[in-house]
């Protein structure tokens, strides 16, 4: 090792995780999805399950891919989850929101629904510190009137 590098014990503090402007995020439910989002709106987690043979269909779709039932009815999740997958977005969106970085956009599975995965950032959380299969529970971020997204945070 050279001395120069040897000079370099310059230390700085990972970042707790952030997360992207709300100006950038929107939100265009259509026939099967408006129901995620009202609920949403009212800070609870729904997914649609068929009615005819029980399986959870999401992200939401016409039919059911084994019965093909249009019907569905939509089941409060309690919030727990386990990481499925992440990755930390290091590079801002554009230069001007520079100060939202690092954020971890995620991938979570939810408990006893055959499956489900929803995507969401990861909060209160460092980037060394997120693991696949951690566990992590539903928060909520209040966007604008009466839009809210899903988050996670780590327990
Ligand atoms: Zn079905």
């Known amino acids: 090792m050279s001395e120069a590098m040897s000079d370099d014990t310059t230390t700085v503090e990972e970042p707790t ?21 009202e609920a949403a709106a009212e800070h609870r987690l729904v997914v649609p399950r068929c009615t005819n043979c029980g399986t959870y269909r999401f992200p939401p779709s016409a039919f059911c891919y084994v019965c093909r039932t249009q019907e569905v009815e939509w089941m409060e999740q309690s919030g727990a989850g386990t990481l ?8 801002p969106l554009m230069p001007d929101v520079s100060d939202s970085v690092p954020y971890i956009p995620a991938v979570v599975e939810l408990p006893g629904t055959g499956g489900v995965r929803i995507i969401g950032d990861l909060v209160d959380v460092r980037p060394s510190e997120v693991q696949i299969g951690m566990k992590v529970h539903l928060r909520w971020r209040d966007i604008r009137d009466g839009v809210s997204v899903p988050l996670f945070a780590p327990g």
């Open 17 to 37: 995780a952030k997360l992207p402007p709300e100006e950038l995020i929107y939100l265009t439910p259509d026939v099967w999805t408006t129901p995620f989002w």
């Open 84 to 91: 499925y997958s992440f990755t930390v977005a290091w590079h």
